[in-house]
């Protein structure tokens, strides 16, 4: 099974940029969709961005279009989370995973392997 591991959250003002990355071992991600998760206090684990393995198709939340970009580098078995014009209704734990397999999907139920996810704050 893969191991992720999250990095690159913090404390960020309104306005402010952060980029996440998740970085993949113990197998490579070719083959399988990736996705990014945010879960704030209280809530539900929510579906922020993915794509499929061929990255011939990517979705965003509607909440997220047009501030945040998800990316990956297959040579580096590594995926990002570019994050623009944060909001304070951004602040979550975010968490990356690998889906069970190369198709795109939104339900946090379709993905297998989950990193221990990082914090993001935004200040208003």
């Known amino acids: 099974q893969v191991q992720l591991a999250e990095s690159g959250g913090g404390l960020a003002q309104a306005g402010g940029s952060l980029r996440l990355s998740c970085a993949a071992s113990g197998r490579t991600l070719s083959g399988y969709a990736m996705g990014w998760f945010r879960q704030a206090p209280g809530k539900e684990r929510e579906f922020v961005a993915a794509f499929s393995w061929s990255g011939g198709r990517i979705d965003y939340a509607d909440s997220v279009k047009g501030r945040f970009s998800i990316s990956r580098d297959n040579a580096k078995n590594t995926a990002y989370l570019q994050m623009n014009s944060l909001k304070p209704e951004d602040t979550a734990v975010y968490y990356c995973?690998?889906?069970?397999?190369?198709?795109?999907?939104?339900?946090?139920?379709?993905?297998?392997?989950w990193g221990q996810g990082t914090q993001v704050t935004v200040s208003s």
């Open positions: 995973a690998v889906g069970l397999n190369a198709g795109l999907k939104y339900a946090p139920g379709s993905y297998d392997s």
